[in-house]
């Protein structure tokens, strides 16, 4: 841990201040008993802290694999680490309030903070999108890391992408403002009201379409991907096949298509207000046809010519300092 602390200080800051309110969440939710939205008032910054928590972690070890214009990097990184903090303090003033965070215009505050948490996810996805450039740029040694590291980021951009097909007014909002100013604007659900009945814990609606189904699998790319780089890698000590660099880089690619599929499936049922686990007979099918796409590509990446040998042991995500102070210095 301090050597990541070390790596990028307002990333793992703010990972370790999420943790902490994480756990006055938890908190919140044994000791004030108020329901919003059909769920504890306490639940959605839950669910926020620990997402946050793992994104600035995970965008720590990515930034680390930077060889050039670290500077530049460091800086994307105090950005999204900044932003985040920001938009979670909207959150808890809502939860706090006892008011609806996300798509509430009811009053001038609440309209403020729901604007100011949309331009705080905006400047997330460009500083995300920004490093995403450089990483593609840069010359990572271990080929099949890189791959992962690029589409991983490539479909973590497009599903935090989702998110802003949620604020939208829906139907029924939109009829609503015509004899009155709107109270919301924009919902996760599609053809059921927000609030509804939906799975345990996490609440995606099990009567309509949920897009945060397609926003939460598709933001994880960013650490489905480069685990399964280290996965095979690992995996490569015991199975020969898996020690082909070619081999494994092909592997990594045939599984981000597939992910990436599954992301647009979740979000296209969604958009059609089908529930997740009630889908019909032309989203089976599509699962299907993402299935079969996959084995065959599997199939096809484990028979491809394995003449280049992929390393035994990934590299470290975060060098030590004392090797390499300059890369981690915080810039003036």
């Known amino acids: 841990m301090p050597k990541l602390f070390r790596a990028h200080p307002p990333l793992i800051a703010c990972a370790a201040l999420m943790v902490a309110l994480a756990g006055i969440c938890v908190g919140g939710l044994v000791a004030d008993d108020r329901m919003l939205v059909g769920a504890p008032i306490w639940?959605?910054?839950?669910?926020?802290t620990i997402s946050v928590a793992v994104y600035a972690t995970t965008l720590t070890l990515l930034i680390s694999l930077l060889r050039h214009?670290?500077?530049?990097?460091?800086?994307?990184g105090a950005v999204v680490a900044v932003s985040m903090a920001l938009e979670m303090v909207a959150i808890v003033t809502q939860v706090v309030r006892g008011r609806q965070s996300h798509f509430n215009v009811a009053t001038p505050l609440d309209a403020g903070l729901f604007a100011a948490m949309g331009a705080t996810i905006?400047?997330?996805?460009?500083?995300?999108?920004?490093l995403g450039i450089l990483l593609l740029i840069e010359?990572?040694?271990?080929r099949p890391l890189a791959v992962a590291v690029r589409l991983g980021l490539a479909v973590a951009l497009a599903g935090m992408g989702v998110g802003f097909l949620m604020t939208g007014p829906t139907a029924a909002q939109v009829d609503a403002m015509r004899d009155a100013a709107p109270t919301l604007v924009g919902a996760h659900s599609v053809g059921?009201?927000?609030?509804?009945?939906?799975?345990p814990l996490i609440g995606w609606s099990t009567t309509g379409g949920d897009l945060r189904i397609g926003h939460f699998v598709g933001m994880h790319a960013l650490q489905a991907l480069p685990l399964l780089a280290f996965a095979l890698t690992a995996a490569g000590r015991r199975y020969r096949r898996l020690?082909?660099?070619?081999?494994?880089?092909?592997?990594?690619?045939?599984?981000?298509?597939g992910y990436a599929g599954v992301t647009a499936l979740v979000t296209w049922q969604a958009l059609r207000g089908q529930p997740l686990i009630h889908p019909?007979?032309?989203?089976?099918?599509?699962l299907g046809g993402i299935v079969a796409a996959v084995a065959l590509g599997v199939a096809w990446a484990l028979a491809s010519r394995a003449d280049a040998p992929a390393p035994t042991a990934g590299p470290p995500m975060v060098e030590p300092i004392a090797e390499h102070p300059e890369r981690v210095a915080v810039p003036a």
Not at 122 to 130: D, E
């Open 69 to 76: 214009r670290r500077r530049l990097g460091w800086w994307l």
């Open 139 to 142: 010359r990572v040694a271990e």
């Open 280 to 286: 019909d007979g032309l989203t089976l099918a599509a």
């Open 243 to 257: 020690r082909a660099e070619r081999v494994c880089t092909r592997l990594i690619g045939v599984v981000a298509g």
């Open 192 to 199: 059921v009201p927000d609030g509804g009945p939906g799975l």
């Open 122 to 130: 905006m400047v997330v996805w460009l500083a995300t999108a920004w």
């Open 43 to 48: 639940l959605k910054p839950l669910k926020f």
